[in-house]
T-cell receptor
Framework: GQNIDQPTEMTATEGAIVQINCTYQ??????LFWYQQHAGEAPTFLSY??LDGLEEKGRFSSFLSRSKGYSYLLLKELQMKDSASYLC??????????WGAGTKLIIKP | SQTIHQWPATLVQPVGSPLSLECTVE??????LYWYRQAAGRGLQLLFY??????ISSEVPQNLSASRPQDRQFILSSKKLLLSDSGFYLC???????????FGQGTRLTVV
């Protein structure tokens, strides 16, 4: 079956760095997406990886290893506004997104 | 620029009543359109998607239906709501099937 695993909740300190891991199993693969979702709001797109390696966008970076079925989202210089859920989603061979349940990130001052 | 509008933001409906949620996209043509439901602590569940007018694919059998009467309009409906239909409903669009999706504000539906 198809599956996405990511931690349910993580806690980090303002100004620090946090890495949110995601492992996936899909029938075929057409890329890995990360979204940010603040409580009660819609998800917003953060990053897309289809090739192995690291993609950097300002304070956020996303890494992909297709051979390991593994991705992570790295958040640097954490700010209080980064408190949100982070959703990992893998696209299968039929271009359907398989979504993880999300990782709730709590930032403490 | 492209925008997506979804309404209403919140809705409380009695069991057995009908439902109609509307979503419209502006600033693009022939978008792929999606309806998702998000339950607490679970991943987004794809309900319906559409690649063109009148073309609807259903992912989950249930008492919901979707329609796309115009290129940039997507409607989620039910004839009789169940308690289990409560949840957070999200409309989304994408340029193609393998590009990022952009979400509407969501509708918090509570069936009582």
């Amino acid at each position: 079956g198809q599956n996405i695993d990511q931690p349910t909740e993580m806690t980090a300190t303002e100004g620090a760095i946090v890495q949110i891991n995601c492992t996936y199993q899909t029938s075929g693969f057409n890329g890995l997406f990360w979204y940010q979702q603040h409580a009660g709001e819609a998800p917003t797109f953060l990053s897309y990886n289809v090739l192995d390696g690291l993609e950097e966008k300002g304070r956020f970076s996303s890494f992909l290893s297709r051979s390991k079925g593994y991705s992570y989202l790295l958040l640097k210089e954490l700010q209080m506004k980064d408190s949100a859920s982070y959703l990992c989603a893998a696209m299968d061979s039929n271009y359907q997104l398989i979504w993880g349940a999300g990782t709730k990130l709590i930032i403490k001052p | 620029s492209q925008t997506i509008h979804q309404w209403p933001a919140t809705l409380v409906q009695p069991v057995g009543s009908p439902l109609s949620l509307e979503c419209t996209v502006e600033g693009t043509s022939n978008p792929n359109l999606y309806w998702y439901r998000q339950a607490a602590g679970r991943g987004l569940q794809l309900l319906f998607y559409s690649v063109g007018i009148g073309q609807i694919s259903s992912e989950v059998p249930q008492n919901l239906s979707a329609s796309r009467p115009q290129d940039r309009q997507f409607i989620l409906s039910s004839k009789k709501l169940l308690l289990s239909d409560s949840g957070f409903y999200l409309c989304a669009w994408s340029m193609t099937e393998n590009t990022e999706a952009f979400f509407g504000q969501g509708t918090r539906l509570t069936v009582v």
